[in-house]
Nanobody, 119 residues
Framework: EVQLVESGGDLVQPGGSLRLSCAVS????????MSWVRRAPGKGLERVSQ????????TYADSVKGRFTISKDSAKNTLYLQMNSLKPEDTAVYYC????????????WGQGTQVTVSS
C-alpha cells in the first residue's frame, strides 16, 4: 500500500522557518520524481517545487525561489521541504506528491499539512 504522510506544518511568524517532511511507504523516493504542491485559502493548486528521480534536476516556483529547498533522504525514504524567510502569502496546505510519467500529472498524494505564517 502506498502512503505519503506529511508533517511539520505549524503557525510561524513572518521571517521564520519550517521544515516539512513527507514519509513515504510503498515506493522508493530516491528513484521517483517528487513534488511539493500547496493550496492557499481561496486559490488553486501551486506546484512549489519538484525534484527529479535521482535528484539531478530541481525546480522551484518563482514565488519561493531562493527561500525554499527540496531534498530527499534515501535512508529514511522521506522527502523534505526547508522553508526559510516565510511570508504571509506562504500560508497554505502543503502536499507532497509523486509525479506521474507525464510530469504534469500525479500518481499519489499525501493528506497535507497546514502552514500558517502570521504575526
Amino acid at each position: 500500500e502506498v502512503q505519503l504522510v506529511e508533517s511539520g506544518g505549524d503557525l510561524v511568524q513572518p521571517g521564520g522557518s519550517l521544515r516539512l517532511s513527507c514519509a513515504v511507504s510503498g515506493f522508493t523516493v530516491s528513484n521517483s520524481a517528487m513534488s511539493w504542491v500547496r493550496r492557499a485559502p481561496g486559490k488553486g493548486l501551486e506546484r512549489v517545487s519538484q525534484i527529479e528521480s535521482f535528484g539531478n534536476i530541481i525546480t522551484y516556483a518563482d514565488s519561493v525561489k531562493g527561500r525554499f529547498t527540496i531534498s530527499k533522504d534515501s535512508a529514511k525514504n522521506t522527502l523534505y521541504l526547508q522553508m526559510n524567510s516565510l511570508k504571509p502569502e506562504d500560508t497554505a496546505v502543503y502536499y507532497c506528491a509523486k509525479l506521474g510519467s507525464v510530469r504534469s500529472t500525479y500518481d499519489y498524494w499525501g493528506q497535507g499539512t497546514q502552514v500558517t505564517v502570521s504575526s
